[in-house]
């Protein structure tokens, strides 16, 4: 029995499409959740607190003290918790990281668990795997980056900007290696004026299949400001 420990939750996404993935939130707590009430009635553990943290937060970037909800974490562990991750990369993508966390946690006899490996920290055979898979998780992440950034690069060397131009904007030419805007195109500007309109209006699809929309007649000062 751990009289007065606890068992703490943390979920994190750091995108729409890891959300959209089987990533989400509502499912990481549920999954964490079911497994924080097995561990509390098998061990007499306390069911703990939820973190959760913001979307966009990076692991790879930001270490888990440093983030909101990881912060907030770390301040509530007390000497023999127990801390539960769904993934062992909703916790850390960051090798030094890591090893940062678990070595602190040890110290306090705090046991970090990973559900998809269905490991922990309390042993060495548990630590290895961790290692192991963590650092997988960041030459992912990182390779995922430096892919990114060669495609960029490509991008803007044939003059085409790699991010999201405004609605209604052309980009042409490189100047200092940034694509430049150098005008607003009339025409698209007007049509996408039209469809946040829908949009707000709450237009469906449907509706506006059945609406036909003609750009040479339309009446750019009428169209609603974006």
């Known amino acids: ?10 979920v994190r ?6 959300a959209k993935n089987g990533f989400s939130l509502e499912t990481q707590q549920k999954l964490v959740l079911e497994f924080m009430q097995r561990a509390a009635s098998e061990k007499g553990l306390r069911v703990g607190n939820v973190f959760v943290e913001t979307l966009g937060v990076s692991a790879l970037k930001i270490p888990l003290p440093t983030r909101p909800a990881g912060a907030d974490l770390c301040n509530t562990l007390n000497k023999g918790d127990h801390v539960v991750f769904s993934r062992h990369d909703r916790a850390f993508r960051n090798v030094r990281d890591m090893s940062t966390m678990v070595a602190a946690w040890s110290a306090l006899n705090i046991t970090a668990h990973m559900m998809n490996l269905g490991c922990d920290t309390s042993t060495s055979h548990g630590k290895l ?3 192991f898979l963590v ?3 960041q030459w992912e992440s990182e390779t995922k980056g430096e892919r990114q950034r060669e495609v960029n690069a490509s991008l803007k060397a044939s003059g085409v900007s790699p991010f999201r131009l405004p ?16 005008a607003w195109d009339k025409q698209v500007l007007a049509i996408g004026r039209l469809l946040c309109c ?6 469906t699809q449907r509706d506006r299949k059945s609406t036909r929309l003609n750009s040479s007649h339309t009446d750019i000062s009428r169209m609603p400001s974006s």
Request: glycine share 12%; aromatic share 4%; proline share 0%.
């Open 1 to 10: 029995s751990s009289d007065g420990c606890s068992s703490d939750l943390y």
């Open 13 to 18: 996404v750091s995108s729409d499409d890891q």
């Open 129 to 131: 795997l961790i290692n």
């Open 135 to 137: 650092s997988a998780a």
């Open 167 to 182: 609605v209604g904007t052309v980009a042409l030419g490189v100047k200092k290696g940034k694509a430049r805007v150098l």
């Open 198 to 203: 829908w949009k707000k209006r709450g237009v």
